[in-house]
């Protein structure tokens, strides 16, 4: 859990949680992707809910019957809106990102840097891929930029990949 962004706006998240019990415990490398992602949303994020409950917001995420659970609380933690996404749609983005991330992750240790940096274009192009979807899925709900949608898209790939 990490808390405070420097970004003022009441429409932002102030807090992300990831559910303990949804998340798998991974390789160094993406645990450190996951929390540098949680550090670099709450420094700069636009979030607003959609029914015009106003902010700041606290943002807890789970896997509950195989959809994304996103559980959200004003900045007193009282209850504003709880609403599941079905993971369906994200399934294959998120097979091919997990993978081009380990093609990555292995690179960085052996290969040349014009591979790497094809690799990480790769990598990059299904992570934007799988932030546009989101913020189609979130429409109605929730609110977000696409620099926020990114980091919520990493956040989502912590959950769903359990190792």
Known sequence: MFEEP?????????????????????????????DVAIFDLLESNSFALANGKPGPYRLTLSIAEKR???????SDAAALSTFMLSLTPFK??????FFVCETYYEAIRTAPPSRIEAIDMARRGLHDEGSELLIVRLEGKVKVDFDTARRLFTLICALYWKG
Do not use: C, H
């Open 6 to 34: 420097t970004n003022s706006s009441p429409q932002r998240l102030i807090e992300v949680t990831l559910d303990e019990g949804s998340i798998g415990r991974n390789k160094p490398e993406v645990e450190q992707e996951r």
């Open 68 to 74: 994304l659970v996103f559980d959200v609380k004003d």
């Open 92 to 97: 294959r983005i998120a097979k091919d990102y």
